[in-house]
């Protein structure tokens, strides 16, 4: 009887349906009224109660005959008990629709309330193993319309939800197809009051996604799952997501730093708030690896850094901040997998790569990434958001269980590569 393992030769495509346009988020109401919603929980974060995106939509469900009851209580970085509260929001509020509005946070905790309420479970149930049990979802989820007011995350094209669980001082997730919203709305108007910090990590997250999701282990490189409902949300990189992945990377390059220093320019961030939704449908296909793995416990772990830009009672490493500071020690270290791919990455950026050698790959790509970083005004490195090398150690044991992007890395890390890559990470220039 033969031991080899069956590798993987199926990959799926899905994403949500996208809506575009300045002013789309008014059409909520007819939205949600079309897919047979009465009662709609409305998730947002503090910050946002009388943003005009939130009035907006409240507006527009009421004037469609909806009953829209807001929830403005998210965690601008979700944490188990957050997702705890909205569940138990959604669970007594006897909703038939859902509807996200803000930047990742908001948008991740709508789906978990949706999820948890729809088929109520311990909260680990659903949670990606090795630290939860990572049961597949029963079946479909209540109407859900997500309604991003950042450029970044993509996570209205996505099935997967991320929080912080408090305590192993780490990030994880829930990833299955069911979670995918049935509608993003891309308005460019909500982006308009977004702070320049918030602008560049947002989008620097979407950024990242792209590298991660050209660079991952390919689809046909992972081994096969056992059934067809086990197979993973982030399946790996495959030729649908690399065009959605390449073509991100260059509008990202062409208009990040033009909203940075203008945010007034609307033009650029409607192409970033696009690029955000395309690199959604290609990671949410493909998956991420490294720079987000290490990410979680960079932010979960954080000690007194606050953010310019960012209104928070409590210290925060942003989630894009967070993935992109460990980006350029990550894909010198992967370059050797691909060299083309890698170098291919730092041409879709706008470098002239006509006299690189395949040797160089790690390091073309890698001085492109910190000139993006260094240009948006982000901190120097994870020594600035006030990390040193005594940390690394449990940087390293927070990263260790993230398998569900840590494994699509190209090449296997082990803890003293991701010590090393720490390290590494600590200054950039």
């Known amino acids: 009887?033969?031991?080899?393992?069956?590798?993987?030769?199926?990959?799926?495509?899905?994403?949500?349906?996208?809506?575009?346009?300045?002013?789309?988020?008014?059409?909520?109401?007819?939205?949600?009224?079309?897919?047979?919603?009465?009662?709609?929980?409305?998730?947002?974060?503090?910050?946002?109660?009388?943003?005009?995106?939130?009035?907006?939509?409240?507006?527009?469900?009421?004037?469609?005959?909806?009953?829209?009851?807001?929830?403005?209580?998210?965690?601008?970085?979700?944490?188990?008990?957050?997702?705890?509260?909205?569940?138990?929001?959604a669970s007594a509020g006897n909703f038939d629709g859902y509807v996200g509005v803000g930047g990742g946070s908001s948008m991740d905790t709508?789906?978990?309330?949706?999820?948890?309420?729809?088929?109520?479970?311990?909260?680990?149930?659903?949670?990606?193993?090795?630290?939860?049990?990572?049961?597949?979802?029963?079946?479909?989820l209540?109407?859900?319309?997500?309604?991003?007011?950042?450029?970044?995350?993509?996570?209205?094209?996505?099935?997967?939800?991320?929080?912080?669980?408090?305590?192993?001082?780490?990030?994880?997730?829930?990833?299955?197809?069911?979670?995918?919203?049935?509608?993003?709305?891309i308005d460019p108007d909500n982006t308009r009051t977004m702070p320049p910090m918030?602008?560049?990590?947002?989008?620097?997250?979407?950024?990242?996604?792209?590298?991660?999701?050209?660079?991952?282990?390919?689809?046909?490189?992972?081994?096969?799952?056992?059934?067809?409902?086990?197979?993973?949300?982030?399946q790996g990189a495959n030729p649908i997501s690399h065009i959605w992945a390449c073509k991100t990377l260059e509008m990202i390059a062409s208009n990040l730093v033009r909203v940075t220093n203008n945010p007034d320019d609307e033009e650029a961030r409607g192409q970033i708030m696009l690029a955000a939704t395309y690199a959604g449908i290609g990671f949410g296909n493909s998956g991420v690896h490294l720079p987000h793995g290490m990410s979680y416990p960079v932010a979960g772990m954080v000690k007194d850094y606050k953010p310019e830009g960012y209104i928070t009672d409590h210290p925060t490493v942003p989630h894009g901040m967070a993935v992109v500071l460990n980006a350029p020690a990550v894909f010198r270290f992967t370059a050797p997998t691909n060299p083309h791919l890698h170098l291919h990455c730092a041409q879709l950026m706008g470098n002239d790569i006509s006299d690189a050698a395949p040797e160089d790959a790690g390091e073309v790509l890698s001085s492109a990434i910190v000139k993006m970083i260094r240009d948006c005004g982000l901190p120097n490195g994870l020594s600035g958001v006030g990390y040193g090398p005594e940390d690394v150690d449990k940087l390293v044991a927070g990263t260790l269980p993230q398998h569900r992007v840590t494994k699509l890395s190209p090449r296997p890390a082990s803890a003293e590569d991701l010590k090393q890559l720490f390290l590494d990470s600590m200054t950039l220039w």
């Open 110 to 140: 709508v789906k978990a309330a949706n999820l948890y309420a729809t088929y109520p479970a311990d909260l680990l149930e659903y949670v990606n193993p090795p630290i939860g049990k990572g049961s597949p979802v029963p079946g479909p």
């Open 142 to 185: 209540k109407p859900m319309i997500c309604v991003p007011t950042t450029a970044g995350t993509g996570s209205e094209t996505t099935g997967v939800a991320i929080f912080d669980f408090l305590e192993m001082e780490a990030k994880t997730g829930i990833a299955h197809r069911a979670l995918r919203p049935i509608m993003g709305i």
């Open 1 to 89: 009887m033969s031991t080899t393992q069956r590798m993987e030769h199926i990959f799926t495509m899905d994403t949500s349906s996208i809506k575009y346009g300045v002013g789309a988020t008014r059409e909520i109401g007819e939205d949600m009224k079309n897919l047979g919603a009465r009662r709609v929980m409305v998730v947002t974060d503090p910050n946002l109660t009388n943003n005009p995106a939130v009035v907006t939509v409240m507006e527009s469900l009421k004037a469609a005959g909806l009953d829209a009851v807001l929830f403005d209580q998210t965690s601008v970085e979700p944490t188990d008990l957050s997702f705890k509260e909205a569940i138990t929001f």
């Open 198 to 234: 918030v602008a560049a990590c947002t989008a620097l997250d979407q950024f990242s996604h792209a590298i991660e999701s050209i660079t991952a282990l390919p689809y046909n490189q992972r081994p096969a799952a056992a059934s067809p409902a086990l197979r993973p949300a982030y």
